[in-house]
């Protein structure tokens, strides 16, 4: 059948007669290309959070997991380098938060606000949408909760429990849909994560040493290492 989508995708913010911004569509493979991400809650409280690190004997090992303030934390996957532009956004947004209300940005308050961003990228003339999708996490002492945002590259967010991203990001969600429980131990929950990110990479062999894992809150991360 004849693939009409090239006379649709001249810019970001142009329908197809299928409902579909194509510039978008192309937007969450080169997320799915990333390294495997996997996140999730337990009982309301911790965040275990686990991105396959990427391997190559010539180049230093990038960090995956990036902090934007003190237990708060965004792990992108897909194009590096627009990562890094919404890793920048946030770390401002989150400081100026800060000075104006004198108290950390919430997780849903940064969702939105990158949300908001990512969403313009698909609306703008000159713009494309960003490569890359986003795992936000965090944890407020003075609440005793944590929270986990899922942010699509065309802006949607939502909170949930656990979820995935980057490579077999959709086997890995069958997976913890089938799989995935809050009560796990924080041990468990380190293994958890790193069998399902074997399960989205179909590797033979997955570990602590090819999967930088962190932990939210962040004192409890000497008890998984």
């Not at 849903?108 to 960003?130: E, K, N, Q, V, Y």
Request: charged fraction near 25%; proline fraction near 2%.
């Amino acid at each position: 059948m004849f693939d009409n989508r090239g006379a649709y995708d001249k810019t970001a913010a142009m329908w197809s007669p299928q409902g579909e911004l194509n510039q978008l569509d192309y937007a969450r493979i080169a997320s799915q290309r990333g390294s495997a991400t996997v996140a999730m809650v337990l009982e309301g409280k911790t965040v275990v959070i686990g991105g396959e690190l990427y391997h190559d004997p010539l180049i230093v090992r990038p960090q995956k997991i990036n902090e934007v303030d003190d237990d708060l934390y965004l792990v992108a996957s897909g194009l590096s380098t627009d990562a890094t532009i919404l890793l920048n956004q946030a770390r401002i947004i989150a400081q100026n938060h800060k000075l104006v209300y004198g108290e950390k940005i919430s997780v849903r308050s940064l969702a939105m606000r990158l949300g908001d961003i990512m969403a313009r990228h698909t609306l703008a003339g000159g713009l494309r949408p960003f490569g890359c999708s986003l795992l936000i996490a965090g944890y407020y002492d003075t609440l005793d909760v944590a929270n986990l945002y899922f942010v699509d590259n065309g802006g949607t967010f939502f909170e949930t429990r656990a979820y995935a991203s980057g490579k077999g990001a959709s086997k890995a969600i069958d997976f913890l849909r089938k799989e995935y429980k809050s009560d796990m131990s924080l041990k468990e929950a380190v293994e958890f994560v790193l069998k399902t990110i074997k399960v989205a990479t179909d590797k033979e062999e997955i570990s602590r040493d090819n999967v930088e894992i962190r932990v939210i809150p962040t004192r409890l991360q000497a008890e998984i290492e």
